[in-house]
C-alpha cells in the first residue's frame, strides 16, 4: 500500500525506504516492559573467548527452556525473557559445564559470564541469595519492589498499587493533597521529582493504563496479584517516552507448576 501511493503521488524511493524503516521501528516494542534481558560472555580459564559455546536457560517454576550459541566473541543475548528464577548454564566440547541460578527481573539487562574450565574439572555455581545487581547496561534509573517486598510492605488497601511508590526515592505527595483517593483530582496518579502528577504515565503487563484526561492510572491491581512493581524517574528509554514525569510499570504474577494462594485480613486490638 505504501508503495503504491508512493508512487501514485510521485515520492521518491527514498520516501519509501524511510516509510519502511519507521514501520519497522514501530512494530511490537513494549515486549521490554514485561520481560528482561540476560547478556554475557563466555571465556576459557586464559581469558579467551569461546565462541558456538551453548547457553541453556531454563525456568525454576515453569520448566521453560530456551537455548542459544555465542557468537564468534563469545558473546550471547537472551532477549524477552520471561521473568522469574532461571538456571542458566554454559557447555562447550573439552570444557566442564558451567552454571549458576539468577532472578530475571521487570525491564532490566542482567549480565552473566561464564569461564569455562577444562573437562574433568567440575564446576556448578548456584546463587540462592544476591544483591541487586548495579545497572551497567544503560542509564535508565529504575527502583523496584518484587514480590516478597510488597507482601511485607504494611499496606492497609490492598487494592491500591499507588501506596508502594512511597517506599521509593524521589516521591512527593501530591500538592492538593489528593494522593491515593480517585475522588480528587490527579489523586490516582504519581508525583517524583517535581515532575507533577500529569507528567506520570502508567503500564499494567505493559499495556497502557493512563486516563486519557490528567494521565490518572486507569484500573487498579491488588497487590496480592503483583510480581514486581517498578518507578522510572529518569532516563528511561524511547518505549517509554509518551511521559515526561515517572513511569510506572506493574507485573502481575503468572502461573508457575506449583499450587499455591493468598489471603489476607485485618484485626483490631484494644488498648
Given at each position: 500500500?505504501?508503495?503504491?501511493?508512493?508512487?501514485?503521488?510521485?515520492f521518491p524511493?527514498s520516501?519509501l525506504?524511510?516509510a519502511?524503516?519507521?514501520?519497522l521501528?514501530a512494530?511490537?516494542g513494549t515486549a521490554?516492559?514485561v520481560?528482561?534481558t540476560?547478556?554475557?560472555?563466555?571465556?576459557?580459564a586464559n581469558g579467551?573467548?569461546v565462541?558456538g559455546a551453548e547457553?541453556?536457560?531454563?525456568?525454576?517454576?515453569?520448566g521453560?527452556?530456551?537455548?542459544?550459541?555465542?557468537?564468534s566473541e563469545?558473546?550471547?543475548?537472551a532477549?524477552f525473557?520471561?521473568l522469574?528464577r532461571?538456571t542458566?548454564?554454559a557447555s562447550q566440547?573439552g570444557?566442564?559445564?558451567a552454571?549458576?541460578?539468577?532472578e530475571?527481573?521487570?525491564?532490566q539487562t542482567r549480565?552473566?559470564?561464564f569461564?569455562l574450565?577444562?573437562?574433568?574439572?567440575?564446576?556448578?555455581?548456584?546463587?540462592?541469595?544476591?544483591a541487586?545487581?548495579i545497572?551497567?547496561t544503560?542509564?535508565q534509573?529504575a527502583?523496584?519492589?518484587t514480590?516478597?517486598?510488597?507482601?511485607d510492605?504494611?499496606?492497609?488497601n490492598q487494592?491500591?498499587?499507588?501506596?508502594?511508590?512511597?517506599t521509593?526515592?524521589?516521591?512527593?505527595?501530591?500538592?492538593?493533597?489528593?494522593?491515593?483517593?480517585p475522588?480528587?483530582?490527579?489523586?490516582s496518579?504519581?508525583n517524583?521529582?517535581?515532575?507533577?502528577?500529569?507528567?506520570a504515565?502508567?503500564?499494567i503487563?505493559?499495556?497502557?493504563n493512563?486516563?486519557s484526561?490528567?494521565?490518572?492510572n486507569r484500573?487498579?491491581?491488588?497487590?496480592?496479584?503483583?510480581?514486581?512493581f517498578?518507578?522510572?524517574?529518569n532516563s528511561?528509554?524511547?518505549?517509554f517516552?509518551?511521559?515526561?514525569g515517572?513511569?510506572?510499570?506493574v507485573?502481575?504474577?503468572?502461573?508457575?507448576?506449583?499450587v499455591?494462594g493468598n489471603?489476607?485480613?485485618?484485626?483490631t486490638?484494644a488498648?
Open positions: 500500500m505504501i508503495a503504491k501511493n508512493a508512487r501514485r503521488y510521485g524511493s520516501f525506504a524511510c519502511t524503516l519507521i514501520l521501528l512494530s511490537p521490554q516492559t520481560t528482561g540476560l547478556q554475557g560472555t563466555v571465556t576459557d579467551a573467548v565462541p547457553i541453556g536457560l531454563h525456568n525454576v517454576d515453569t521453560q527452556e530456551r537455548t542459544l550459541k555465542t557468537n563469545g558473546f550471547y543475548l532477549s525473557v520471561p522469574g532461571y542458566v548454564s566440547k570444557f566442564a559445564k552454571q549458576e541460578t539468577i530475571v527481573t521487570l525491564n549480565v552473566v559470564d569461564i574450565k577444562p573437562t574433568g574439572v567440575s564446576e556448578a555455581v548456584i546463587v540462592t541469595s544476591e541487586t545487581p545497572n551497567t544503560n542509564q534509573i527502583q523496584s519492589l514480590t516478597q517486598e510488597i507482601q510492605k504494611p499496606v492497609a487494592t491500591n498499587f499507588l501506596t508502594l511508590a512511597e521509593f526515592t524521589g516521591f512527593q505527595e501530591n500538592p492538593n493533597s489528593g494522593q491515593n483517593n475522588t480528587l483530582s490527579s489523586g496518579s504519581i517524583f521529582n517535581g515532575t507533577g502528577t500529569r507528567g504515565t502508567f503500564q503487563n505493559g499495556v497502557n493512563d486516563d484526561s490528567e494521565n490518572q484500573q487498579g491491581a491488588s497487590l496480592a496479584t503483583i510480581k514486581e517498578q518507578a522510572l524517574t528511561f528509554t524511547a518505549e517516552g509518551r511521559g515526561y515517572a513511569v510506572i510499570l507485573q502481575t504474577i503468572a502461573g508457575t507448576n506449583h499455591h489471603a489476607f485480613g485485618f484485626t486490638t488498648l
